[in-house]
């Protein structure tokens, strides 16, 4: 996997703009952080509830993982090099939905994939 297609994969979602945040590409919706590329250029910090951060942390440690920096954040760290697309996909659309507008969320009978 690759941050090209993670981007790719971001800006097909409704209502995602593109930015910066920490000096690293960013994605949000309707101003809401999304996720973000992170320093070391190999990573992703994807907003998630805490269940689901805990659930991907067990089912896939090799691909997910937490720092300090988001223990108290409804985040997870992605490492490109381990996830599959398929994972991604999924867990970028579950982002997108907790982070969109209801409005939003509610227009679309189908994302993208």
Not at 44 to 66: K, Y
Request: glycine share 4%; with cysteine.
């Amino acid at each position: 996997m690759t941050f090209a297609v993670a981007r790719r994969l971001a800006l097909a979602l409704p209502g995602v703009v593109e930015g910066t945040s920490y000096r690293t590409p960013a994605f949000r919706v309707a101003g809401k952080f999304f996720f973000r590329l992170r320093d070391d250029g190999a990573s992703l910090a994807i907003r998630i509830d805490f269940d689901t951060r805990e659930a991907l942390l067990q089912a896939n440690p090799r691909a997910f993982f937490i720092t300090d920096h988001y223990r108290g954040y409804p985040a997870i760290c992605v490492r490109l090099s381990t996830v599959r697309r398929l994972e991604l996909n999924a867990l970028l659309e579950e982002s997108w939905r907790c982070v969109a507008p209801k409005r939003l969320v509610d227009s679309v009978t189908r994302l993208p994939k």
